[in-house]
């Protein structure tokens, strides 16, 4: 594990994204698993300037969407589909070789889940973004007695019920890449920032490996680097 505490969110998501492009610049055929909220926004904005300016070659490059919310329309406000779009790939000036994603009304859950899940065995990921979630989860790998392995439909949690993106909307459920899916990514980064995670971070910083905060199993990851702003206390 690689803690880094930054000045402020800019340096947080300036950092975030040196360690995105690299691979980028370095890998033509990168697969990259994206997660959505205020966390990562600061950092796809940067990236985004910077594939646009040094015309970075995203033609074989792959986008794999962390989770998704289940129950609402695709192209609902809310969906990780609609944040995506608006803050990253309608702001590249090309677009990737393909995006692998949750369908947030699919009538067949189970065919969703197997999907990623092929997908993730055939092609490991090489960069995963995520963020700390305000009860520690992953994804929406939540809190739990015990943890899912593969991708899997998951009951939100109070907290997460209560998240920005859905505000006015009442997802049923949603659906996430599974703790084996995340382990196997190359690399990942975690953000943390903002008063709500507070608690959450804390928890994380204890080292006690816990299923009650899924984010607690990342100290076993060989090449996890975790990116803190200035709104968490060291």
């Known amino acids: 594990m690689k803690l880094i505490h930054t000045e402020n969110y800019e340096r947080m998501s300036q950092k975030g994204a040196e360690l995105l492009l690299n691979t980028l610049r370095n890998k033509k055929n990168a697969v990259i698993c994206l997660a959505t909220g205020s966390s990562p926004e600061g950092m796809y904005e940067i990236v985004c300037e910077a594939v646009n300016r040094e015309r970075i070659d995203l033609s074989q490059v792959t986008f794999v969407k962390l989770d998704e919310w289940y129950g609402v329309k695709p192209d609902d406000a809310c969906t990780c589909t609609t944040f995506l779009k608006k803050h990253l790939f309608e702001k590249l000036y090309m677009q990737p070789k393909e995006v692998i994603e949750f369908v947030s009304n699919a009538p067949d859950i189970q065919q969703e889940l197997d999907k990623m899940d092929m997908f ?3 092609h490991p ?12 989860h992953l994804g929406l790998n939540e809190p739990a007695d015990s943890l899912v392995l593969n991708a899997h439909f998951a009951e939100l949690d109070e907290k997460t019920k209560t998240h920005d993106m859905v505000k006015g909307y ?3 459920g949603g659906l ?21 995670k ?19 199993l990342l100290w076993l990851h060989p090449n996890c680097v975790t990116l803190v702003d200035d709104t968490i206390q060291k």
Not at 125 to 136: E, F, P, R, W
Not at 176 to 196: D, N, P, S
Not at 198 to 216: G, L, V
């Open 120 to 122: 993730l065995r055939e």
């Open 125 to 136: 990921i090489d960069v995963m973004i995520l963020g700390l979630g305000m009860n520690g």
């Open 170 to 172: 009442a997802p049923e």
């Open 176 to 196: 996430t890449i599974g703790l084996q899916g995340i382990f196997t990514a190359k690399q990942i980064i975690m953000l943390v920032c903002g008063e709500r």
């Open 198 to 216: 507070e608690e959450a971070y804390q928890a994380f910083m204890s080292q006690r490996i816990s299923t009650s905060t899924p984010a607690s």
